[in-house]
């Protein structure tokens, strides 16, 4: 019982620190990177955002691939199809929520969408025979640079870009009052890695790449603590994997995406939900594969089919549903949110449940 509150704490403190290098380094790096690079919200939010903020899941795929010989590699997917049913579910949810609705490009959000569909057909005729092959890995990668492409050849209209800056002026919700404590604790921390990172506007690239180092690390930790406190309370790790763990890696994309929310750039935010799926499953399980096959000198990885197509459809089915609702009035209006949260809960439940 001692090392399951042990390890419970560590996830605390590990989503804490996770959410000041998200808010005040990885984001203002972000936003300079991108202003330098002249990208639009949806670019960044598809590109930059998420790759960054899908660093957890990535460093966790890696790292139950080359646990125990690969016994741990369905932990990896676990989390990796876990999360993104948190992305769509959880993170537009609470988006639309804290921000009163979100005002999107349906064009953006359309060809993110279909891509992100694709992703998942590669995920379903990869995993068909339960083994992978470097063809099928490489083939991963060239599908995220082909998704790369598409964000810049298929820019949004000017005419819609226009419209969205002045729904974004009137979409800007009050400022909220943080908590004393969570304050003065937020600043601690902020202090402790400026001395490291310097202003995260002016050393812009060191601030990136020290965020998502921290990122890294502190998944590392978060992994390690969700699998103590899993064995602590009798939870099988692929259960965690699909649930709190899912839900812990994906705190640098749910805050990235609440306050890009907050200051009334909607698009971004769904757009950095559903780039950090596809990133997820085109890079974040295809690229530790492809290192895996050729370190090792292997024919293929074996990976764990079972429940397979249900995963698969749930991926769908939360796919289709969050665009119906953004097809709808060109947004997500704060009850569509609320809607989002419940049929999560409804996945927790139900992953609880046949677990």
Wanted: glycine share 10%; charged share 10%; proline share 3%.
């Amino acid at each position: 019982m001692a090392e399951a509150l042990l390890s419970l704490a560590a996830i605390l403190v590990s989503v804490f620190v996770l959410a000041v290098v998200t808010d005040k380094f990885f984001i203002p790096s972000l936003d300079e990177i991108s202003r330098r690079l002249k990208l639009s919200d949806e670019v960044a939010g598809a590109s930059l955002m998420a790759i960054g903020s899908s660093a957890p899941e990535l460093a966790i795929a890696l790292m139950a691939l080359f646990t125990a010989g690969g016994a741990h590699s369905d932990v990896g997917i676990g989390t990796i199809v876990g999360s993104a049913v948190f992305n769509i579910l959880v993170i537009t949810g609470v988006s639309a929520v804290v921000a009163g609705g979100l005002h999107i490009h349906i064009f953006a959000v359309g060809r993110d969408i279909i891509y992100y569909l694709i992703s998942i057909l590669y995920l379903g005729l990869v995993f068909f025979d339960g083994h992978v092959s470097l063809i099928e890995a490489l083939l991963g990668l060239v599908g995220y640079v082909v998704y790369m492409g598409l964000l810049i050849v298929l820019k949004v209209p000017k005419a819609d870009v226009d419209d969205d800056l002045a729904a974004n002026v009137q979409a800007q919700p009050p400022e909220t009052q943080k908590v004393a404590g969570w304050h003065h604790l937020e600043s601690l921390v902020e202090v402790v890695l400026r001395g490291v990172t310097g202003a995260p506007e002016r050393n812009f690239v060191r601030a990136f790449i020290v965020s998502i180092a921290l990122i890294v690390a502190l998944s590392y930790i978060l992994v390690e603590a969700t699998i103590v406190f899993s064995a602590g309370i009798g939870i099988p790790p692929v259960i965690v994997a699909l649930t709190l763990l899912a839900a812990g890696t994906s705190a640098p994309d749910l805050i990235a995406s609440v306050d890009v929310a907050r200051e009334g750039r909607g698009g971004m935010a769904v757009a950095n939900a559903v780039g950090s799926n596809t990133f997820d499953l085109l890079v974040g399980l295809a690229l530790p594969w492809t290192i895996a096959l050729s370190i090792l000198g292997l024919s293929g990885v074996n990976v764990g089919t079972e429940d397979l197509w249900i995963s698969i459809g749930i991926l769908v089915l939360t796919t289709l549903v969050l665009f119906a609702f953004l097809w709808t009035e060109r947004g997500l209006s704060r009850r569509e949110g609320i809607v989002l949260l419940l049929l999560y809960a409804v996945f927790v439940v139900y992953t609880l449940a046949n677990g």
